[in-house]
């Protein structure tokens, strides 16, 4: 990414997202680390079912999804994404105060 750019993420993308009001869109997480020269970022979308994400992404939804303004400021990014099913999840246990 270039200097100056890094917060098109959150700022534009997220707010296009959920603007689409996409039925089984759950939430989107936008993940950030210094790589030598470089600034790797991973985007993690929630969806409920596969069919959420094709109507989000389309009939080929292994195409990565790469808005024009995001295209503009990245030096590259993958072609094609890549989708997981969530196997099992557990949330971490808040303090209590003693």
């Known amino acids: ?3 100056g750019q890094r917060d098109i993420g959150k700022e534009e993308i997220f707010v296009g997202i959920q603007n689409r009001h996409i ?3 759950k939430n989107i997480q ?3 680390r210094e790589a030598g020269e470089e ?3 991973v ?3 929630r969806f409920e079912t596969l069919d959420a994400v094709r ?3 389309g009939e080929d939804y ?3 999804f790469v808005p024009d303004k995001a295209r503009a400021v990245l030096a590259h990014f993958d072609e094609r994404s890549q989708h997981y099913e969530v196997r099992a999840e ?3 246990r808040a303090k209590t105060e003693q």
């Open 55 to 57: 109507e989000f992404a």
């Open 90 to 92: 557990r949330r971490g």
């Open 23 to 25: 039925p089984g869109f």
């Open 43 to 45: 985007t993690i979308m």
């Open 1 to 3: 990414m270039r200097s």
């Open 30 to 32: 936008l993940l950030r």
């Open 62 to 64: 292994e195409a990565a």
């Open 39 to 41: 600034v790797e970022f």
